[in-house]
Nanobody, 127 residues
Framework: QVHVAESGGGSVQAGGSLRLSCKVS????????MGWLRQAPGKEREGVAS???????TYADSVKGRFTIIRDFAKNILYLEMHSLSPEDTAMYHC?????????????????????WGHGTQVTVSS
């Protein structure tokens, strides 16, 4: 059974930074994609960033240049470095993963269809 657990969320003022972490356990197959998605009240889910088994990354236009996704392949730990945060980034951030051959990849929108999700960590950015 695959288990996904996020941490690192919190409250920060606009312009600040946060680092989110995601630990994935129970992986059996080597080819996995991992990424982050977010959801805020009144808004639909948005894929944020992803990385495949080859290290190729994707980013939503809304976070390009501000967020960086980092994958520790050996430990199955995923990070999201967030800088220049704004109130528009306020959301519940979920880590997600799936078998690479099972899913579509190439756009952050694909993350929403992945099989394994964490319960989320809240990020709140004040103005």
């Amino acid at each position: 059974q695959v288990h996904v657990a996020e941490s690192g969320g919190g409250s920060v003022q606009a312009g600040g930074s946060l680092r989110l972490s995601c630990k994935v356990s129970g992986l059996v197959y080597s080819g996995y994609v991992m990424g982050w998605l977010r959801q805020a009240p009144g808004k639909e889910r948005e894929g944020v960033a992803s990385v495949d088994s080859s290290g190729r990354t994707t980013y939503a236009d809304s976070v390009k240049g501000r967020f960086t996704i980092i994958r520790d392949f050996a430990k199955n730990i995923l990070y999201l470095e967030m800088h220049s945060l704004s109130p528009e980034d306020t959301a519940m951030y979920h880590c997600a993963a799936d078998q690479e051959l099972r899913v579509a990849y190439g756009s952050p929108e694909n993350i929403l269809d992945w099989q394994y999700w964490g319960h989320g960590t809240q990020v709140t950015v004040s103005s």
